[in-house]
């Protein structure tokens, strides 16, 4: 129960826009990446949190990796398609086996 206030708490000072990993959160509220995971889903097809896609090239050098997202798994599939699955930025191949998948807090709707 605790760790499930931890969660919550992680989630309401989270400010619109912000970006948050399911590991993250796993990390400072002690449940399980997936549990988060599936929490963090649940609440994005409610609407609450928007899902972004990040996808990063494969150039050997940390410093130089770039990274593109995309808001949808289409708008991933038409980025990889129209680059090839290359980096624009260095032309090392972009990594598609290891897309991150953020989490974006929306702006929340008051009505009255
Ligand atoms: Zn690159």
Same mark, same amino acid.
């Given at each position: 129960?605790?760790?499930?206030?931890?969660?919550?708490?992680?989630?309401?000072?989270?400010?619109?826009?912000?970006?948050?990993?399911?590991?993250?959160?796993?990390?400072?509220?002690?449940?399980?990446? %997936?549990?988060?995971?599936? /929490?963090?889903?649940?609440?994005? =097809?409610?609407?609450?949190?928007?899902?972004?896609? $990040?996808? +990063?090239?494969?150039?050997?050098?940390?410093?130089?990796?770039?990274?593109?997202?995309?808001?949808?798994?289409?708008?991933?599939?038409?980025?990889? %398609?129209?680059?090839?699955? /290359?980096?624009?930025?260095?032309? =090392?191949?972009?990594?598609?086996?290891?897309?991150? $998948?953020? +989490?974006?807090?929306?702006?929340?709707?008051?009505?009255?």
């Amino acid at each position: 129960m605790e760790s499930l206030r931890k969660l919550d708490y992680e989630l309401t000072i989270l400010r619109p826009d912000d970006i948050v990993s399911s590991q993250l959160i796993a990390i400072r509220s002690n449940i399980a990446n %997936k549990t988060v995971k599936d /929490i963090l889903m649940n609440l994005a =097809y409610d609407s609450s949190l928007g899902v972004r896609y $990040i996808i +990063f090239c494969n150039n050997p050098d940390k410093d130089m990796v770039h990274a593109f997202e995309a808001d949808t798994p289409k708008e991933l599939k038409n980025l990889l %398609k129209s680059t090839q699955h /290359i980096c624009s930025e260095c032309g =090392y191949p972009l990594d598609k086996d290891d897309i991150k $998948i953020v +989490f974006v807090k929306k702006e929340v709707q008051v009505h009255y």
